[in-house]
C-alpha cells in the first residue's frame, strides 16, 4: 500500500513523477560478466562506466547537444571524440538499462563491447543502419580513453582473433580492431587533422578505379574492365579529402568482411582487409579497403599502406602484406 503523507498540488505531482520517470529510463547500470578478465578496482571501474552510459543517454533524452560528463573519469581526447560524433556524424543512445558484458585486454588497457545503442539522426542524410553497438576503452585505474562505435561487434572481435597465436597476438588483435573502429569514424566526423597524424607521412595511397572497354566477341559487342590503379602521395590524399569533406554535407562510411594478418618478419605490422561501403552526399560506392599498420609506438600507430579499389565479381586481387616490402 502506497499512502500520501503530505498534501502535494497536482501540477508540482506530475513535475516530480516526470521527474522521477525521466531519471528511471536515462540511468544505465554497467557490470562485467562472470568471465571477464579485470583489473584491481573493477567495481570502481563499473561505476565509473555507468555514470559514462547515463550522461549518453541523459544527453540523448534531454535533447542536448552533447552530453555532460561532469563526474565521470574521462580523458579530454575522449570527449572530443563523443562530440565530434554527436555534432558531425550522428547522436546515439543506449537501449538497455542494464548493460552486462564481457572486459577484454588490449594492449593499452581494456574494453568493453557489445553495448547496444540507437542511432538518433542529426537530420534526414543519415541512411544507414541505426541499431550500433558501442565499444568502451579504459585503463587499468579506470580512466576511460575512448568511446566508439561498430556495427557488427561480435562478429568483427570472432574475426580479429581468429588465427591469433597467443594471448598477446589476441590483445594486439583488439587493439588494431580498436584503431579501425577510430579510423573510420574520422571519415564520418570528417576529422582531417586526426587523419593526417593516423597517416605516416611517406605513406603508399593506391586508388583504384574500373576502366571497361567495349569489344566485339563472337559477334556481340561486350563491355571487357580493367582496374586502373592511380599512387597518391599523403599531401596529394590529404587535399583531395579536404576537399571531399567540403563539397558533401555528410560523409557515412562502413566497413564489413573485415580480415587481418600479422607480418612474418615484423611483430608490430599488421595488415587489414574491409569491404568499405562509402555513402556522401555526391557519392556512393562499395569496395575493398586494404591497409598496413604499423603499432611500433602503440600509443600513435600509422598507416603505412591504404589501397582501394572497387567491389567487382571480375576483380578478386586485393593485396595482402605479400605484395609489400616493410622496411
Sequence with gaps: MIRVLHKVKPAVMLLILGLIGLTSKASVSFSFDAISVTPSGSASIERNLSKLLTAINNAAEGGLEVPDFTGVNIEPGAIEQ?????????????????????????????????????????????????????????????????????????????????????SMDARMRLEVLKWVEDFRSYYNEKNIAALEQIYSNDALIITGSVVRTRKLVDGKVTYVGK????EKSKIEYIKGLKTTFKRNKYIHLDFDHISVMQSTSKDYVYGVILRQKWNSTTYKDTGWLFLVWDFSNPDAPQVLVRTWQPEDPEFAGVPSLEDFFIE
Excluded at 550500433?132 to 561498430?150: D, H, M, Q, Y
Design 82 to 166: 563523443v562530440n565530434r560524433h554527436w555534432r558531425e556524424a550522428a547522436k546515439y543512445k543506449v537501449l538497455k538499462n542494464s548493460i552486462i558484458t564481457r572486459c577484454l585486454q588490449d594492449m593499452q588497457g581494456y574494453q568493453v563491447r557489445s553495448i547496444p545503442v540507437v542511432i538518433i539522426p542529426i537530420d534526414g542524410t543519415y541512411t544507414e543502419a541505426k541499431n550500433r553497438e558501442l565499444t568502451v576503452s579504459f585503463k587499468a585505474n579506470g580512466l576511460i580513453t575512448g568511446v566508439r562505435l561498430a556495427r557488427q561487434l561480435h562478429e568483427d572481435r570472432e574475426q580479429f582473433l581468429t588465427g591469433s597465436q597467443t
Design 227 to 230: 582496374v586502373k590503379f592511380k
